[in-house]
C-alpha cells in the first residue's frame, strides 16, 4: 500500500513569508502527527490530529498551524517564516495513535529559508 | 527537567558483531518506548516497539529491552552488516498512560558498520 505522502519535497522561502506544507497519510490511517528536525534540535512534535481535531500541541509559536480535512489527509502553515525555520518537516500517520506498528512517517519537506 | 538521551558519538563496529544502543531517559514514565532507524535525508522507520511490562522484544536480528527500574532501553542489531548503517532513534510517548499521542525522541546514535 502507499506510504505517507508529503509535497513538496523541497522548498525555498524568503523571510516573512508563509508556506504551506502538505501530508496525505496511509490509507484508513486517521492520525497524522507533524514533526520538525534540525541538526541542533532534533525531532520535535509539533502537533497531532486525530478525525480533524488538534489533540495535542508541542512548544511552537502561534506562527506554526495545521488542520486535517475529512478525508485525514493534513496542512500545516508557517507564517512570517524566520531563518530559523529552516528544517526538515516530517509528517507521520497511524490508525489512532501509539500500536506495535508504531507512527509511519514520511520523507519530509526539506524547507530553506533565506 | 525531562530527558531522553542517546549516545552523541557515532558507533563503529565490524561487520558480524553486535551492536548495543543505549537509549536512558530522566523524570518519565512512559507506558512505551520506541525504536526508529532514519537514514540521511529520509523520515524515521518504525523498528520496534516495547510496552513497560515487557522486558524484552524481539524482531529478526533485533533485540530491544527495557528496564523502567533503572530507566533504560537497550537496542541490540547481531550479526550486523554494512546495512545496518544509520542513525537509530528512540522514542517515548511523555504520557504515563501512552495517550499523548506524540512523541519524544532522543538526539539519536549514529551506527557505522565495516565491512
Known amino acids: 500500500k502507499a506510504g505517507v505522502t508529503q509535497t513538496p519535497r523541497y522548498l525555498i522561502k524568503t523571510r516573512g513569508q508563509q508556506v504551506t506544507l502538505s501530508c496525505s497519510p496511509i490509507?484508513?490511517?486517521?492520525?497524522v502527527s507533524w514533526y520538525q528536525q534540525t541538526p541542533g534540535q532534533g525531532l520535535q512534535f509539533l502537533f497531532e490530529?486525530?478525525?480533524?481535531?488538534?489533540?495535542n500541541k508541542g512548544n511552537f509559536p502561534g506562527r506554526f498551524s495545521g488542520r486535517q480535512f475529512s478525508n485525514s489527509r493534513s496542512e500545516m502553515n508557517v507564517s512570517t517564516l524566520e531563518l530559523g525555520d529552516s528544517a526538515l518537516y516530517l509528517c507521520a500517520s497511524s490508525l489512532a495513535g501509539a500500536s506495535d506498528y508504531g507512527y509511519t512517517f514520511g520523507s519530509g519537506t526539506r524547507l530553506t529559508v533565506v | 527537567s525531562q530527558k531522553i538521551e542517546q549516545n552523541s558519538e557515532a558507533l563503529n563496529i565490524q561487520e558480524g558483531k553486535t551492536a548495543t544502543l543505549t537509549c536512558n531517559y530522566t523524570n518519565y514514565s512512559p507506558a512505551y518506548l520506541q525504536w526508529y532507524r532514519q537514514d540521511p535525508g529520509r523520515g524515521p522507520v518504525f523498528l520496534l516497539l516495547?510496552?513497560?511490562?515487557?522486558k524484552e522484544k524481539r524482531k529478526e536480528r533485533l533485540k530491544v529491552t527495557f528496564d523502567t527500574t533503572l530507566k533504560q532501553s537497550l537496542f541490540h542489531i547481531t550479526a550486523s552488516q554494512p546495512a545496518d548503517s544509520a542513525t537509530y532513534l528512540c522514542?517515548?510517548?511523555?504520557?504515563?498512560?501512552?495517550?499523548?499521542?506524540?512523541?519524544?525522541f532522543g538526539a539519536g546514535t549514529r551506527l557505522a558498520v565495516h565491512p
Open positions: 522514542a517515548l510517548d511523555p504520557s504515563d498512560s501512552g495517550g499523548y499521542n506524540k512523541l519524544i
Open positions: 490509507s484508513g490511517h486517521r492520525s
Open positions: 490530529y486525530f478525525s480533524e481535531t488538534q489533540r
Open positions: 516495547i510496552r513497560e511490562n515487557e
